[in-house]
């Protein structure tokens, strides 16, 4: 059975920061692309940043440029999020997803989560004072 499993969510205070991780069970992350989206109720889900199978490849919103770090060690079959400098705005579950493809698949923009075949439940990340 396939499963992505993500981590490390909670409760941070503006200008705080977070890692967010994703472990795959089931199959082996080496030859899929991975990607964090997030989602607030009521609101689209967006892709903020992907990673390719190798790790040389990522692309990410420009509103998490600069602050946010996606890294996946697949040693370790993991993919991470780094999240600095949280703001309120980026309250909102967040999702790991991975698609079977060895490169880069996008996940920004429009319907950029019809790329990615496989879903994590999510982690709820709250950025309030």
């Known amino acids: 059975q396939l499963q992505l499993v993500e981590s490390g969510g909670g409760l941070v205070q503006p200008g705080g920061s977070l890692r967010l991780s994703c472990a795959a069970f089931g199959f082996t992350l080496d030859d899929y692309a991975l990607a964090w989206f997030r989602q607030v109720p009521g609101k689209e889900r967006e892709g903020i940043s992907c990673i390719s199978g190798s790790g040389a490849a990522t692309i990410y919103l420009n509103s998490v440029k600069g602050r946010f770090t996606i890294s996946r060690d697949n040693a370790k079959n993991t993919v991470y999020l780094q999240m600095n400098s949280l703001k309120p705005e980026d309250t909102a579950v967040y999702y790991c997803?991975?698609?079977?493809?060895?490169?880069?698949?996008?996940?920004?923009?429009?319907?950029?989560?019809?790329?990615?075949?496989?879903w994590g439940q999510g982690t709820q990340v709250t950025v309030s004072s």
């Open positions: 997803a991975a698609d079977r493809n060895p490169g880069l698949s996008i996940c920004t923009g429009p319907d950029g989560g019809g790329n990615y075949n496989y």
